[in-house]
């Protein structure tokens, strides 16, 4: 069945970009941030909001020396960001390779200036983080923000390790080290918080997906792996919110597959609509059913993938209960008969982008709205079909 879509909204830039971020804790504005490699122009860090009831975009603009290769949003103060240099040629402790960064001037209740930028600010330093007892590293090349903001984790990764780091008052420290040597690990690609846990999340290197329990002490004790989760590199991985569980994987093969990582000896769901590398993968943090996914063929695909979801665990409870008390409620189904319960398969294809889509996020605001980043400097932000919205809902 033919799914309509409503209007994409462009955000353009004349930059390569690489990395994008919903604004973490802001749930009152669509705002998001991407940042600029800065390889022949001034890097630039841009903040961006999306009114969806007026359907415009307005940015803040901010100077970032040194460029972007990685970002994250501090889950624990929507105003600051934690930076990746593009460089990763520098060895820890020696140069500014990862910085937690503020962007002032505004914050999740204000709404935007009217200028159109603020080019005049620069985005504050506020910490490093280096640690000079340990042995010089590549940078990282990623960093990830856990979700909880009460426990202010980092996982900051490269091909030779992932670092934990903790954040006191601002002040960065690290706690953990997974070491790709110690681990006979190949190059390590991504890594990804448990939603809830602290202590766990898993990391992908070659095509092999490893979990990671650091509760024991500064050792990492691996508890599950799948050792050919693609038949190329995995790059892109995400933990199902609601059923942690559950993941998603997204490889060199074009695929992208689902799977349970109590029993991870094959996959629960494998889905082939994109015709190059996954470069990102994402559940929806509200409705876990819906599932992005990008890729270097420049498409951005919208998945339903309920029959692994928690919807799918719900309608199964409550059709047991239903087993034992009917009821007299025939016209209740009127709506769902006529729009059609969800369906796992491609829901919608978004081909705004020219060239490779490196990231796809959704709004820590509006649970149907999501924005995607390409190698040309497009951010596009979309929604989900209102067609399928209400298969959800109803």
Same mark, same amino acid.
């Given at each position: ?45 841009? *903040? ?8 415009? *975009? ?7 020396? @040194? ?64 640690? =000079? ?95 050919? =989760?693609?038949? @190329? $590199? ?19 093969? @074009? ?18 609509? %994109?015709? %190059?590398?996954?470069?990102? !993968? ?9 599932? *992005?996914?990008?890729?270097?063929? @420049? ?13 799918? !665990? ?26 059609? $319960? ?16 490196? =990231?796809?996020?959704?709004? =820590?605001?509006?649970?149907? *709205? ?13 929604? !989900? ?10």
């Amino acid at each position: 069945m033919e799914v309509s879509r409503g209007a994409s909204h462009v955000y353009g830039i004349e930059r390569h970009t690489l990395c994008l971020a919903a604004v973490a804790g802001d749930t009152t504005s669509n705002r998001f941030v991407l940042g600029t490699l800065g390889v022949t122009e001034p890097a630039e860090i841009h *903040l961006v909001d999306f009114n969806s009831d007026e359907g415009t *975009l307005q940015s803040l603009v901010y100077k970032h020396e @040194g460029g972007a290769r990685a970002l994250a949003s501090a889950s624990w103060d929507p105003t600051q960001l934690l930076v990746v240099g593009r460089d990763n040629t520098h060895a820890i402790g020696s140069a500014p390779s990862v910085e937690l960064v503020e962007l002032p001037g505004i914050s999740p209740q204000e709404k935007f200036p009217s200028q159109e930028s603020m080019l005049e600010q620069s985005a504050r330093r506020i910490a490093l983080l280096s640690d =000079a007892s340990t042995e010089p590293q590549p940078s990282p090349h990623e960093i990830i923000c856990h979700s909880a903001a009460h426990c202010r984790q980092v996982a900051t990764v490269a091909s030779t390790g992932v670092g934990i780091w903790t954040f006191t008052q601002s002040a960065p420290s690290l706690v953990h080290i997974i070491s790709a040597a110690q681990n006979s690990m190949e190059d390590i690609g991504t890594a990804a918080w448990h939603p809830t846990a602290t202590t766990q999340l898993l990391t992908t290197d070659g095509m092999c997906v490893r979990s990671w329990d650091m509760r024991a002490d500064t050792s990492s004790h691996q508890t599950m792996s799948i050792d050919y =989760a693609h038949s @190329g $590199k995995v790059r892109s991985l995400d933990y199902n919110p609601n059923l942690p569980y559950i993941i998603a994987t997204g490889g060199d093969d @074009g695929s992208v597959r689902i799977w349970d990582t109590r029993n991870p000896s094959s996959e629960l769901m494998s889905i082939a609509n %994109h015709t %190059h590398w996954v470069y990102s !993968v994402a559940f929806n943090p509200n409705h876990d059913q819906l599932l *992005l996914s990008a890729g270097g063929d @420049g498409l951005v695909n919208l998945e339903s993938t309920v029959s692994v979801s928690s919807a799918q !665990v719900v309608t199964n409870a409550d059709s047991q209960d239903g087993l034992s008390d009917k009821g007299d409620d025939e016209g209740s189904n009127i709506d769902d008969e006529e729009i059609g $319960k969800p369906s796992d398969g491609l829901v919608a294809q978004f081909d705004d982008h020219e060239t490779s889509v490196y =990231a796809a996020c959704w709004s =820590a605001a509006d649970p149907w *709205l999501f924005a995607s980043l390409s190698f040309d400097g497009r951010m596009v932000i979309n929604t !989900v079909p209102q067609e399928e919205k209400y298969r959800i809902l109803l």
